[in-house]
């Protein structure tokens, strides 16, 4: 059975980065899928910010474009989400998954408050 | 983008019944339509995707349909662990967009 588990810090000062990993146990991330971070913000609104696919490439939200990053550590079965030069609305859950057609398995998410 | 607009934004329900949302795209997705649920403190869980297909393990009193620009969600016989938020996401072209939610509670 596939797991997926974000981590990192829970706060985040504004203007600096946030980085959170997703660790993946049951599938392996080079065998197949795309690999998605997505967003739910205050007030419920969700969104996708991109994924890194089973081969190493990458599609973000336009949105984003100029500030995010998505990479992977093959070796640990874990692929990561930077997000530069954050604002106080870049306050959310994080959430990373296995995507395709919908987004199949989710991890539990990951809460991050950007504050000074 | 593809913006998705979802209706209700919230709907009350008694066990037993039946409830139907529905989701508006901004232009032809073709069929490429999700449904999430998602429970408070949880993370969303698939149900449909294909606008009509029913992801394995979820329970047949859920339903999907719709093509083109319109789609929509029927839950029948309420159970009361359907009692939860609902989304629909395009899942045609990136950047993927969801709808707004649909929070239906008990009445």
């Known amino acids: 059975e596939i797991q997926l588990q974000e981590s990192g810090p829970g706060l985040v000062k504004p203007s600096q980065s946030l980085s959170l990993t997703c660790s993946v146990t049951g599938y392996t991330i080079t065998s197949g899928y795309d690999w998605s971070w997505i967003r739910k913000f205050p007030g419920n609104k969700m969104e996708w910010m991109g994924y890194i696919s089973y081969s190493g490439s990458t599609n973000y939200n336009p949105s984003l474009k100029s500030r995010i990053s998505i990479t992977r550590d093959t070796s640990k079965n874990q692929f990561f989400l930077q997000l530069n030069s954050v604002t106080t609305e870049d306050t959310a859950t994080y959430y990373c998954?296995?995507?395709?057609?919908?987004?199949?398995?989710w991890g539990q998410g990951a809460s991050v408050t950007v504050s000074s | 983008d593809i913006q998705m607009t979802q209706s209700p934004t919230s709907l009350a329900a008694s066990v037993g019944e039946s409830v139907t949302i529905t989701c508006l795209a901004s232009?032809?997705?073709?069929?490429?339509l999700v449904w999430y649920q998602q429970k408070p403190g949880k993370s969303p869980q698939l149900l449909i995707y294909g606008a009509t297909i029913l992801e394995d393990g979820i329970p047949s009193r859920f339903s999907g349909s719709g093509s083109d620009t319109q789609y929509s969600l029927k839950i029948n016989s309420l159970q009361p662990e359907d009692f939860a938020s609902y989304y629909c996401q395009n899942g045609l072209s990136t950047p993927w967009t969801f709808g707004g939610g649909t929070k239906l509670e008990l009445k």
């Open positions: 232009e032809d997705i073709y069929g490429s």
């Open positions: 998954a296995r995507s395709l057609i919908g987004m199949d398995a």
